[in-house]
């Protein structure tokens, strides 16, 4: 058995926004839906910014899932939580249950950035690519990806190593040392976040961040 996650070094992010635009661009994302966001936290005290990413949090106990109606929100073969959008009715009750506001919803029905234009380059959808609007989606982790041995785009797409995918069950001697100093997102919410971070100048475990 596997799980899946990454550890985001907010130390060694720079903001630089290259991983959600590898987001927007690997899973074709709509025009102005995003799956990973870049958040900003200023320590005035210690006269830091800190800049760091949040997507869906994979949680090992996900409050969306409980309250699905639908049972549209499962776990993928690593533990991701993943969307069946053939199933979802767009009913938002996960999005009112995520403490991290992740489920997000193309309620314009907007597919391309060109309007009635043909894009500049036509290309063939994917399974990864094809969503229904109006109903809930969110960051996948990648499974597309990982299944193939490949890393998550966000963590390939990282030119300063910010980002790690770990293995919670199988850690490696280097990333069982990232496990142990990361902390999950606004830990009070007791869903067991698979994306945690590093930090010396935030406190995750105190912060309600939320990517909405």
């Not at 043909?118 to 290309?123: I, K, M, N, S, Y």
């Not at 109006?134 to 990982?146: F, I, Q, S, W």
Request: hydrophobic share 35%; net charge positive.
């Amino acid at each position: 058995m596997s799980r899946y996650g990454i550890i985001v070094n907010v130390d060694r992010c720079a903001g630089c926004f290259a991983c959600a635009i590898a987001c927007k661009e690997e899973n074709q994302v709509a025009p102005g839906i995003f799956w990973e966001k870049i958040k900003r936290d200023e320590n005035v005290r210690d006269n830091v910014i800190n800049w760091f990413r949040m997507s869906c949090m994979h949680c090992d106990d996900p409050a969306c899932m409980k309250v699905c109606p639908m049972k549209a929100i499962h776990k993928g073969p690593h533990g991701e939580v993943l969307v069946d959008q053939q199933k979802c009715i767009g009913c938002k009750m996960c999005a009112n249950a995520c403490p991290y506001d992740v489920p997000v919803f193309n309620t314009e029905g907007r597919t391309s950035y060109f309007g009635d234009k043909q894009p500049l380059v036509v290309r063939p959808a994917k399974p990864h690519t094809e969503r229904t609007p109006g109903k809930a989606e969110h960051c996948t982790l990648c499974v597309h990806r990982t299944e193939r041995g490949l890393l998550p785009a966000c963590v390939e797409a990282c030119g300063i190593h910010a980002m790690t995918l770990v293995d919670y069950d199988n850690p490696t001697p280097e990333t069982a040392k990232l496990i142990e100093a990361a902390r999950p997102m606004n830990e009070a919410a007791g869903t067991h976040p698979k994306i945690r971070y590093i930090a010396r100048h935030m406190d995750a475990a105190k912060m309600a961040v939320k990517l909405g």
